[in-house]
């Protein structure tokens, strides 16, 4: 019923930025809180920020993470600077229906492969 899929993904040096983003199906688009999780090789997925009206981040990603949302577009942004070579993974994206939370997502997306590498 919610298809999502995600774009931007790719290979950028250590301190450097890159932008995805997940487009989202749906006319209610706006009440679905929307998160990123991110799986690097031989670790547990885990969490990385979601918005609905407010924002979360983990730990590791703030300060230097910001997730963002066009419901106009349905579109759920997340603007990653100064990376870091443990950024390397694969990141999705994902929409649940309910508060923001680190867990309990319904949707997901395909993955998109963020590389950080000198």
């Known amino acids: 019923q919610v298809q999502l899929v995600e774009f931007g993904g790719g290979l950028v040096q250590p301190g450097g930025s890159l932008r995805l983003a997940c487009a989202a199906s749906g006319r209610t688009f706006s009440m679905y809180t929307m998160g990123w999780f991110r799986q690097a090789p031989g670790k547990e997925r885990e969490f990385v920020a979601a918005?609905?009206?407010?924002?979360y981040y983990a730990d590791s990603v703030k300060g230097r993470f910001t997730i963002s949302r066009d419901n106009a577009k349905s579109t759920v942004y997340l603007q990653m600077n100064s990376l870091r070579p443990e950024d390397t993974a694969v990141y999705y994206c994902a929409a649940r229906v309910g508060p923001v939370a680190t867990n309990s997502y319904n949707y997901w997306g395909q993955g998109t492969q963020v590389t950080v590498s000198s």
């Open positions: 918005i609905l009206w407010t924002t």
